[in-house]
């Protein structure tokens, strides 16, 4: 919850092949795994290493907050419905595998040196994807939403609507099918509660399973996709039950 001063931080940018900075998002765990090396790079003169995104081998111990792991295999990603749409990747065999490896080892990169930090996770959900693929038994410490700040004060609790808000990447992972019965069942509790989905579209075609359920259901929920951060503070301060 604390804010950070930026006038007494200094960012540095990994250096990157230029055909690596210029692709388009398949190239993202490249350039994720040159990220890696300058922080690799740059750790010695550091007392303490950390990484807020996913895994980094810091090639010492260091501290890690893993929300979406970067090196899990498509097949093992498509088990727990954390992605949806094939690809190249997915329809030769063993393509997958060798294109892992090569971040694996532009990022110099090893099992170990990932097993070696203090890994947290951000739900059960991911705990469980990271137990499985490294071993590694995480710490949940779920997300926070800071809110209020001096552009959107915070709202008084007697002014705010009775409301569930879900918010997430809506992708079968999210179980958004099953939220929907859920809010079927709490509406049939508290008739006077409003029910709001915020995400980006990662699956269309599950977005519209998701309609449809909602409509199937006759439920009342706002489907929000594609919406600026202080309106989502201002959606979440107007609520008084569980975001």
């Not at 490294?134 to 800071?146: E, F, H, L, M, S």
């Not at 879900?166 to 099918?177: A, T």
Request: hydrophobic fraction near 40%; glycine fraction near 4%.
């Amino acid at each position: 919850g604390d804010s950070l001063d930026y006038n007494l931080l200094s960012f540095k940018v990994a250096p990157v092949p230029a055909f690596v900075r210029s692709a388009p998002g398949s190239m993202h765990l490249l350039k994720l795994a040159y990220l890696q090396r300058a922080a690799q790079n740059e750790a010695p003169g550091y007392d303490i290493c950390i990484s807020t995104y996913n895994e980094m081998d810091f090639h010492r111990t260091g501290f890690q907050y893993v929300h979406h792991p970067s090196y899990a295999p498509r097949k093992l990603l498509h088990s727990y419905k954390m992605i949806g749409r094939r690809n190249l990747l997915d329809a030769i065999p063993g393509l997958d595998a060798l294109y892992r490896t090569i971040i694996r080892i532009v990022a110099r990169a090893s099992r170990e040196g990932l097993r070696r930090n203090v890994t947290v996770v951000n739900s059960c959900f991911i705990r469980d994807f990271v137990s499985a693929i490294y071993a590694i038994d995480a710490r949940v410490v779920y997300p926070c939403a800071k809110l209020g700040s001096a552009r959107l004060p915070v709202k008084p609790w007697e002014e705010r609507e009775f409301q569930f808000i879900s918010v997430g990447r809506i992708s079968p992972d999210k179980n958004y099918l099953e939220l929907v019965d859920l809010y079927v069942a709490i509406a049939a509790r508290f008739p006077d509660a409003k029910f709001v989905i915020i995400g980006r579209i990662e699956e269309p075609t599950y977005y519209e399973e998701v309609c449809h359920r909602i409509q199937e259901r006759r439920i009342p929920v706002r489907l929000l996709t594609d919406i600026s951060d202080d309106t989502l503070q201002v959606l979440l301060q107007d609520r008084k039950s569980v975001v």
